[in-house]
């Protein structure tokens, strides 16, 4: 079946490094990528998203990147801050007469201090 | 921020109890989903909905069951709780059609069955 892989799993940076997280997905009709931050005990919120008209796109130290045609997509954030720390997902929609979303597998990032 | 809540936040219960997880939306939006995210983290539909009266079964096999009275309320309920169903469960909403597909979570509730 179609599905989203992601990598690292776990991802520990120092403060003010940089902090990249990626994505491949299987199914080539996907057209809207959105990313996820989740923190402890909460629900996962929208940090950014991207559709496949666009390469790239930035939110002050969030951008995403897409490549199509190799069916990656990747989360950069720059100037890592503590209250970056969270689990952070990945996903793909394709719309195939209904939507059908899939998460990916979760990326816990650690921002030392 | 998203309008989408979910009552209770913390549940313990004992083996054989029934249980409805709440999730309310005021955004108006058609789609309602149910996930299952376990410790490891990995989100898993277990129900979704297109709209009132419509009830879909989602990736993951779960022994709950939903229902979709209302736009705004997409109750989860368990008939019989086991140790097995102890999970954290989250609450999605979105709107229908293209280019309107951002799912927007509700806080989850974190349910331990004993």
């Known amino acids: 079946g179609e599905n989203v892989e992601q990598h690292p799993s776990t991802l520990s940076v120092q403060e003010g490094d940089s902090a990249v997280i990626k994505c491949t997905y299987s199914d080539s009709a996907s057209n809207y990528f959105p990313w996820y931050k989740q923190e402890l005990g909460k629900g996962p919120q929208l940090i950014i998203d991207i559709r496949s008209n666009v390469g790239e796109k930035k939110d002050q130290r969030i951008a995403v990147t897409l490549n199509k045609t190799a069916k990656h997509f990747s989360l950069h954030i720059t100037e890592t801050q503590p209250e970056d720390s969270a689990v952070y997902f990945c996903?793909?929609?394709?719309?195939?007469?209904?939507?059908?979303?899939?998460f990916g597998a979760g990326t816990r990032l650690f921002v030392k201090a | 921020e998203a309008d989408i809540y979910q009552t209770p936040r913390y549940l313990v219960i004992g083996t054989g109890k029934k249980i409805t997880l709440e999730c309310s939306q005021t955004m108006g939006h058609d789609k309602m989903y149910w996930y299952q995210q376990d410790p490891g983290m990995e989100l898993h539909l277990i129900h979704y909905?297109?709209?009132?009266?419509s009830t879909e079964k989602g990736d993951l096999s779960s022994e709950s069951t939903v229902s979709r009275i209302r736009t705004e309320h997409f109750p989860l309920t368990l008939e019989s709780a086991r140790p097995s169903h102890t999970s954290q469960y989250l609450c999605a909403s979105s709107e229908w059609g293209q280019g309107k597909d951002t799912q927007y979570f509700g806080p989850g509730t974190r349910l331990t069955v004993l």
């Open positions: 909905s297109y709209g009132v009266n």
């Open positions: 996903a793909a929609s394709a719309y195939t007469g209904g939507f059908k979303t899939i």
